[in-house]
């Protein structure tokens, strides 16, 4: 590509690897000194913002196959953005050892003085036990990164002119799906789910997907904003195109306030004692605050947003709307992750912004690399400018 060079030097992704970087300081600082007072509160709340990073490469991944399997104008302008978040993976693979030396403090079926007094704990043994655990864990990141890498390599071929490549991304997409969301399904249930092992729910992988869907296109939109203002996106990003995006962001938070709902519903109405305290403890004083906040911020807000189209089609507009959903998908998994640790009591710390804003500062950093290291232009740029020239 004629512009790569161009590409590589864009002062505006050098200022959000800046950003990055800067974040990622200040977070790590603020964490050692947690460190030092209450190390247990560091990996919780560590914990918390893995699984808000991890949801951006595993977002980009399935929107990515569905790109390949659908098409459209909306996965054309996204595309580069998406397979550069792919190949974050293998640092958000590195992300997740803190937690896996840390499995005591976070999970209680990892403690065997607990498991020796607690007959279920003992009756999920067989799949609840460290040696176990970390061997999912890595398969799970085994099949990410081989669908990372053969779509990231299949797609090189394309722009050298492989003129089967396409054929190969769209057979190798559909099946991908399928295995996306069985894995995605498993490592939530043991990165999330089981932190309360009493507790399970069914829904409850779908719940994340949705949730990791959302936060992908809140950081689409918010790169697009970013690069249409430079070559060689300029002119390319139309306000159709945000639209577009737009109306998928309002059929995911659609999508997670159903789930979310029916999730809640079905637990509630059943009232049994081995799965309604989830919910109880989530529902009572500082915490129920907080789920007031998730059905105001995370579904209502957004969704009257991003029903008027001219929202949609002003980056801008957009961008505040996306950058909203971002912060309350932070505090969406604040809510379901830390009161497994307090049940009885709101208890919100400051590490639980300083731990996910060091992850993500960290990711954004390495993301805008990945971003400045190949070509911004989509590969059916030919298609993406003819349709511009009609706007």
């Known amino acids: 590509m004629s512009s790569h060079a161009a590409t590589a030097t864009q002062p505006n992704l ?14 790590l600082a603020l964490c050692l000194f947690g460190l ?14 893995f699984l808000l990073t ?4 595993l977002g980009s991944l399935v929107l990515l196959m569905v790109h390949h399997l659908v098409g459209g104008q909306w996965g054309m302008v996204m595309r580069r953005i998406l397979e550069a978040s792919t190949r974050t993976l293998p640092l958000v693979a590195v992300m997740f050892i803190p937690v896996l030396l840390s499995m005591p403090v976070l999970y209680k079926w990892a403690r065997p003085e607990v498991v020796a007094t607690d007959k279920i704990l003992q009756a999920k043994a067989l799949y609840l036990n460290v040696p176990f655990f970390i061997g999912r864990t890595v398969f799970y990141f085994v099949v990410w990164g081989l669908f990372v890498y053969a779509l990231n390599r299949l797609t090189t071929k394309q722009d050298a002119g492989d003129a089967d490549a396409k054929r190969r991304l769209n057979n190798i997409s559909g099946p991908g799906i399928v295995v996306f969301a069985l894995t995605v399904t498993f490592a939530v249930i043991d990165w999330a789910m089981s932190l309360d092992p009493h507790w399970f729910s069914t829904i409850f992988g779908v719940i994340f997907m949705v949730g990791q869907a959302l936060s992908t296109l809140s950081l689409v939109v918010i790169c697009l904003a970013i ?9 390319l990003v139309r306000p159709n195109h945000f639209h577009d ?7 995911f938070t659609m999508l997670w306030a159903y789930t979310s709902f029916s999730q809640f519903l079905i637990i509630w109405s059943g009232n049994l004692p081995e799965e309604i305290p989830w919910f109880i403890h ?13 059905i105001v911020f995370h579904w209502a807000l957004p969704f009257i947003l991003l029903l008027m189209r001219f929202n949609k089609r002003k980056a801008g507009m957009l961008s505040k709307i996306a950058i909203l959903i971002l912060v309350i998908r932070l505090i969406d998994l604040t809510w379901i992750v830390q009161p497994n640790f307090s049940p009885d009591h709101f208890s919100l710390h400051w590490l639980d912004l300083a731990a996910p804003m060091a992850l993500i500062g960290l990711w ?7 971003l400045k290291a190949r070509p911004l232009e989509p590969t059916e740029i ?9 706007h």
């Open 282 to 294: 989530r529902l009572h004083g500082g915490w129920g605050i907080i789920a007031g906040m998730l």
């Open 364 to 370: 954004l950093a390495f993301f805008a690399r990945q």
């Open 14 to 27: 050098d200022r959000v690897q800046q950003i990055g970087l800067g974040a990622f300081g200040a977070g």
């Open 382 to 390: 030919d298609r993406l400018a003819a349709s511009a020239g009609h």
């Open 227 to 235: 690069l249409m203002e430079h070559a060689p996106m300029k002119g």
């Open 36 to 49: 030092m007072s209450n190390p247990d509160q560091v990996m919780r709340s560590y914990l918390t913002g």
């Open 54 to 57: 991890v949801g951006l490469p």
């Open 245 to 251: 995006i737009g109306n998928l962001m309002l059929a």
